[in-house]
């Protein structure tokens, strides 16, 4: 019997990986040779994907990109014994683009079943969570605040002082919420950890239970990820089975209940007072803060919101200690971020690194260029709110505070790369474009401020009065930005201005000299 | 468009399992789309009356959320993502070219019924840009060509 390992990550799937288990299952069982496929979660260098791994006695063997049509050679090759092929890679941990990685949050994503709960605990699971039982609330939340861990989300709040907040605030119910909506053009590590490694978002959300009283979890995910929804309620129904979630965990006389709740299409979702007025049922209308979600959140209790990636570095902190974690990373920013390579790259994928190296070596080094082959022109670092990044400033480390110091944002690390052929004006006329589309509607300068966009940003490309538009345009972004309720409106000026300020020649205006 | 009547049951049995659900306005609407494949106008008013809302309550959310309808789709739900990653690979070629292939626009369905046709932002699969789906089946990388082979593929079930 041999084990080959092919991954169950929506992008595997959108590139054709379960034809590829069907082709091998029935070829194989045609020679007589018997194997047995595990659905992984995916290795995250993506142009390999579908990515086939044999266990052999020196390791697990790739192979990749895999077609259909490729199976047959390979079971002709003696890929099963992990022999020489045209898409032969080796060990894949040994690729310079895995191994300079620091993978703490996605230690076991693709090396594992997802789903199943004695390959997490074999591999390191439930430490954390184990430690955890030991220690009093306020130590948890220590641990958290010594690991200098800040929201993964894009906001980048001190996670640590966010669930003091919750653990100070007395109330007889209190929630914790994974915001899983993750609405952002270029992001997909939240997808990934939830297809890929979904019980350490689950054991995440039990140490914070743990941490600050709480006894319910909902975990808010985008309706646009079925394959994690299906993931999650596997590994829960797993946990529960196992005495990792429920009345009673591990024997310690704790409680914690997890629930997956669906969204339904609505980007201002991911905004944390909209998510949980769409959680109580309703309309995602962003709230009024103060009060905080920490104070009065979900059903108006006491609120842990978290994103994924942040709930999901907790165990490996509770395992190994906040200060282990905190050792990684720069400056304020401290620990790992899972980059996000997307759009016009030639090596896109999941890059989980140690903040402060910059932009230009994951562009070049690890992404190797622009997948057009033509030269880059444009990043949009930091998902559609984030500003749009020029050739002049890709040296900037990979630091909150760098990227904040020439105005853009980090954010949750999501990337997106433009080659030589965009035309900033229409990147920029559809960041006001997707803030109509998208705006929750309650205030003002978002809701009206992005239709009047578009339409001055139009007035401008056409010709028409262009340096009284431009004053206008630069007047409106003003007034989104510091006159709007949450980051929807406040943040659409980022990409508008960015793309203004670096590209002007894309409007129609004299470049800079 | 079916009669009301036929499906009002589903409606009210859908109504009575989540009664003790907090929040449970939205399960109630996925459980409903996902039966019937839409939400008809005429079961708001007895979603408002087990939950205790008004119907303009009820009318709200759904219109609030792009991914609820209250017409009946065709048989296959088609989305093509709009958002940037898409955009840098030639996202809007696809997104024109479907809508010539089929001859609807965005939030429309063919006239045989088999397909309709919605824009969505972000399908998280932005590594393989551009992509669509098709039902619930993610695809990525897709070229004009592709996109016609994949329907191709789906009407002729």
């Known amino acids: 019997m041999t084990r080959l390992f092919i991954s169950r990550d929506s992008t595997a799937l959108s590139l054709g990986a379960e034809q590829v288990v069907t082709a091998i299952q029935q070829q194989a069982a045609a020679k007589g040779q018997s194997v047995e496929i595990v659905r992984n979660g995916s290795r995250g260098l993506f142009w390999l994907e579908p990515l086939v791994e044999v266990e052999t006695s020196e390791g697990r063997v790739a192979y990749g990109p895999v077609e259909v049509s490729d199976v047959a050679s390979l079971l002709e090759a003696g890929a099963l014994e992990g022999k020489q092929h045209p898409l032969y890679l080796g060990n894949i941990e040994e690729l310079p683009y895995f191994k300079n990685q620091d993978r703490l949050t996605f230690a076991r994503v693709g090396l594992t079943d997802p789903v199943n709960i004695n390959d997490y605990i074999a591999n390191d699971g439930y430490r954390g969570l184990k430690n955890a039982l030991n220690l009093q609330p306020a130590e948890i939340v220590k641990q958290v605040t010594d690991s200098g861990l800040r929201g993964r989300g894009g906001a980048a709040f001190p996670t640590g002082i966010k669930w003091n907040t919750v653990l100070n605030a007395p109330a007889e119910q209190k929630y914790i919420v994974c915001n899983a909506d993750e609405g952002d053009s270029g992001t997909f590590s939240d997808r990934m950890i939830m297809e890929g490694d979904p019980f350490v978002l689950i054991e995440g959300m039990t140490i914070a239970g743990l941490a600050v009283g709480a006894t319910q979890g909902y975990i808010y995910l985008r309706v646009e990820y079925p394959h994690a929804q299906i993931a999650l309620n596997q590994a829960i129904a797993a946990a529960y089975a196992n005495g990792y979630l429920g009345d009673n965990i591990q024997n310690s006389g704790k409680t914690f209940n997890l629930e997956v709740r669906m969204g339904a299409g609505a980007y201002i979702c991911g905004e944390e007072t909209s998510l949980l007025e769409s959680l109580e049922g309703k309309r995602g209308l962003v709230r009024f803060k103060p009060p905080l979600p920490a104070i009065v959140g979900l059903f108006g209790k006491p609120t842990i919101v978290n994103n994924v990636i942040s709930l999901a570095s907790v165990p490996v902190i509770l395992d190994k200690g906040g200060d282990f974690y905190r050792d990684y990373g720069m400056g304020r920013s401290r620990g790992t971020l899972p980059l996000q390579l997307a759009g016009n790259i030639k090596h896109p994928g999941l890059f989980e690194a140690a903040f402060g190296m910059t932009l230009r070596e994951l562009l070049y080094e690890y992404g190797g260029g622009s997948a057009s082959g033509r030269p880059i022109r444009a990043v949009q670092v930091g998902g559609p709110l984030g500003a749009y990044v020029h050739e002049g400033q890709f040296d900037t480390p990979l630091d909150y505070e760098a990227f904040a110091a020439i105005s853009a944002v980090l954010g949750h690390g999501g990337i997106v790369v433009h080659d030589e052929t965009v035309n900033m004006a229409d990147m920029a006329r559809y960041a006001m474009e997707f803030c109509v589309e998208e705006s929750c509607g309650k205030c003002t300068p978002c809701r009206i401020g992005s239709t009047r966009g578009v339409e001055v940003i139009d007035r401008i490309v056409d010709g028409v009065e262009k340096d009284k538009n431009t004053v206008l345009l630069r007047d409106l972004c003003n007034t989104m930005t510091y006159g709007s309720l949450c980051a929807m409106g406040g943040m659409t000026p980022f990409p508008v201005l960015s793309a203004l300020n670096h590209f002007p020649e894309d409007f129609g205006l004299k470049s800079k000299a | ?157």
Do not use: W
């Open chain 2, 1 to 157: 468009m079916q009669d009301y009547q036929t499906q009002k049951s589903t409606v009210l049995d859908i109504l009575d399992k989540h009664q003790t659900m907090p929040g449970n306005l939205l399960p109630i609407l996925h459980g409903i789309q996902d039966t019937l494949g839409y939400i008809p106008p005429a079961a708001v008013a007895d979603i408002a009356n087990a939950l205790h809302l008004s119907k303009a309550e009820v009318h709200g959310v759904i219109s609030f959320y792009h991914y609820f309808r209250d017409t009946a789709p065709g048989k296959h739900t088609v989305r093509i993502c709009r958002a940037e990653s898409c955009q840098s690979m030639n996202g809007k070629a696809l997104e024109n070219h479907a809508k010539q292939h089929l001859n609807i626009d965005f939030h429309e369905t063919t006239a045989d019924g088999r397909f309709s046709l919605e824009p969505v932002y972000c399908l998280g699969n932005c590594a393989c840009s551009p992509s669509i789906t098709i039902d619930n089946e993610v695809f990525g990388r897709v070229t004009p060509e592709k996109f016609d082979q994949l329907l191709a593929c789906k009407g002729a079930e």
